[in-house]
T-cell receptor, first 113, second 112 residues
Framework: KAGVTQTPRYLIKTRGQQVTLSCSPISGHRSVSWYQQTPGQGLQFLFEYFSETQRNKGNFPGRFSGRQFSNSRSEMNVSTLELGDSALYLC????????????FGQGTRLTVV | EDKVVQSPLSLVVHEGDTVTLNCSYEVTNFRSLLWYKQEKKAPTFLFMLTSSGIEKKSGRLSSILDKKELFSILNITATQTGDSAIYLCAVERNTNAGKSTFGDGTTLTVKP
């Protein structure tokens, strides 16, 4: 069965722009979680969506937002990009809310210049 | 604020060595502790631990949780170069399940 698919794989944006990243979960999975991974901060939780509802949110500014569609695909958006937003953005999907049997995608590498 | 601390931050060993990776945590209303292996980008799931003292095994890897002392260890015996990766530990709460907290990871390098 197909794994978690994230698009695009790589992205370069300039400061002040906005970006939208996409995550298609494993078929049948209803929970999608997003993480930001940077060398200095490790892997940090952004938010989790389950059945189109945001269930949990991490400690990120309002410039970071997300949504989930009826087919469980999720998008995250970052507005007014800053240099510090350069990171690997990972999403994980699971059947139920939480990390039990969660599978990660390959990530989107965002570089802000 | 939930906290997960992994040690050591990095480790270099030779093939055949046995390694022990540590993960200590502070979390309100603990639900589970998870271990992941990250080789390039996508972390892959290794173990989920919920009960104290019960060892989970998968081949040369094993892990155990101590809920009294709030830590877990991940053991890898007879290491191979393919074990080189970042090993991540994460904890989940019962409340706000899904809002997991990850440690900074241990970077393991296995030399031939």
């Amino acid at each position: 069965k197909a794994g978690v698919t994230q698009t695009p794989r790589y992205l370069i944006k300039t400061r002040g722009q906005q970006v939208t990243l996409s995550c298609s979960p494993i078929s049948g999975h209803r929970s999608v979680s997003w993480y930001q991974q940077t060398p200095g901060q490790g892997l940090q939780f952004l938010f989790e969506y389950f059945s189109e509802t945001q269930r949990n949110k991490g400690n990120f500014p309002g410039r970071f937002s997300g949504r989930q569609f009826s087919n469980s695909r999720s998008e995250m958006n970052v507005s007014t990009l800053e240099l510090g937003d350069s990171a690997l953005y990972l999403c994980a999907s699971s059947l139920q809310t939480g990390m039990t049997e969660a599978f990660f995608g390959q990530g989107t590498r965002l570089t802000v210049v | 604020e939930d906290k997960v601390v992994q040690s050591p931050l990095s480790l270099v060993v030779h093939e055949g060595d046995t390694v022990t990776l540590n993960c200590s945590y502070e979390v309100t209303n603990f639900r589970s502790l998870l271990w992941y292996k990250q080789e390039k980008k996508a972390p892959t799931f290794l173990f989920m631990l919920t009960s104290s003292g019960i060892e989970k095994k998968s081949g040369r890897l094993s892990s155990i949780l101590d809920k009294k002392e709030l830590f877990s260890i991940l053991n890898i015996t007879a290491t191979q170069t393919g074990d080189s990766a970042i090993y991540l530990c994460a904890v989940e709460r019962n409340t706000n399940a899904g809002k997991s907290t990850f440690g900074d990871g241990t970077t393991l390098t296995v030399k031939p």
